[in-house]
């Protein structure tokens, strides 16, 4: 299961229930239920856990001021439901958040009428108007709350945890330096401390150990020297969702294609040095969670320009449009109008591989491809890849993967 973002609101005639939750259509009546029901069981406004069978949820009760409520006080309950056990730390930064939750509903001396939304038809059509509008403007801030704790909580995929460390330029540019070949630990040192004076060089060789990056060997008695033992690169490739829009709008693949083919056939001549640049932009890309949470949603497919809200907390909607822009900016993705509508699509798709450094390679009997780092990529559309017409359709991109391929061959 999903984790869950429930808001409870308790009703003066039914009780306490599930005013909204996301995502959506995901919470069962029963479950629905016992969540509502936790409701009485904390009269303090406060956060707490719950527990029952294997769900958990962390809790915070809060009451906010009503004008239309028996004692001008509405009871209400925001709940985030998982399936395991969290750590400490983890429910400190969950109660934090729902913390924050409760002010901004505090905060808005009009927000209770949200919860009127069942009982509509009992007011005038002006308060109707202000129900409807809260009501969404609720159910806005839920979403946000969801995103925000997914992203506290869920454990990041290797090609993030690569780019966090690569997006840093002193291991970014000691890796690179490496993979040239061994070098000795005391001329390192003194490479190192002279371009980034303000670093620890022990920590940051203590850190690439640690992470099975370099190795460390000593000749004779003396004499150290720093071996790379894995190549970590970050690369643009063609995305593969753009197969999937010849069976769902053909016509938006004429719109599509062209570019991406385009931007391939110019990035096949960027310099060695052009790539290095652009190789260290996308480890800083990937290790960005708001641009990644964007780039994840797109690896599915093009996204409606107006639901790309939905997919961002409060913290990161504020830059959604930065975000957009930056993308933009360096062809990671592409705008399109189609019907009178606009979408969000992937113009390159990225990718971290980590492979033996070349010296190394060439004492190997034969080539060992790069392995690509796992990614975080939700609701895979398996379809695409079980299609009959699949291989007809990869067809579209060989001339976009080929010119790639040839290009990665000539860097290795």
Known sequence: ??????????????????????????????????????????????????????????????????????????????????????????????QSLCSEFSEKLKSNEEIYTAFRIGDIRNFDKEEQEIIIKNNELVKLWVRELYWATIEVTREKSEEEKLASLLKKKYIFHILRKLSKGPLPLDWLREWFQNSFPKRSFNDIIDLLIERQLIFINQIGIVEKYVLLLKEVNAERIPPDSVIEYIDQTPKLIELILPKVQKYFSSYETKTEEELENDSFRLFQIIAD????????????????????????????????????????????????????????????????????????????????????????????????????????????????????????????
């Open 289 to 412: 969670p708001k641009k990644y949470n964007v780039l994840s949603e797109l690896r599915n497919g093009l996204i409606p320009r107006d639901k790309l809200p939905k997919l961002v907390s409060k913290r990161n909607l504020d830059a959604l449009s930065k975000v957009i822009d930056f993308l933009k900016k360096y062809d990671i993705i592409e705008e399109l109008k189609y019907k009178n509508e606009r979408y969000i699509v992937l113009k390159t798709n990225l990718q971290i591989t980590t492979a033996f450094p070349e010296y190394l390679r060439k004492l190997l009997p034969k080539e060992v491809k790069p392995v690509v780092a796992e990614t975080y990529i939700p609701n895979l559309n398996e379809e695409i890849s079980n299609s009959k017409n699949y291989s007809k359709k990869k067809k579209l991109l060989t001339s976009v993967e080929g010119s790639t391929n040839d290009h990665k061959e000539k860097d290795l």
């Open 1 to 94: 299961m999903k984790n869950i973002c429930a808001l409870s609101y308790f009703h003066r005639k039914i009780g306490p229930l599930v005013y909204y939750s996301y995502p959506e259509d995901i919470l069962d009546e029963k479950l629905s239920t016992r969540i509502a029901n936790i409701m009485d069981q904390q009269f303090i406004e406060g956060f707490f856990t719950h527990s029952f069978e294997e769900i958990i949820t962390l809790n915070y009760y809060f009451e906010i001021q009503s004008d239309w409520a028996r004692g001008n006080r509405d009871m209400l309950m925001i709940s985030i439901i998982f399936n395991q056990q969290m750590i400490t730390e983890i429910e400190d930064k969950i």
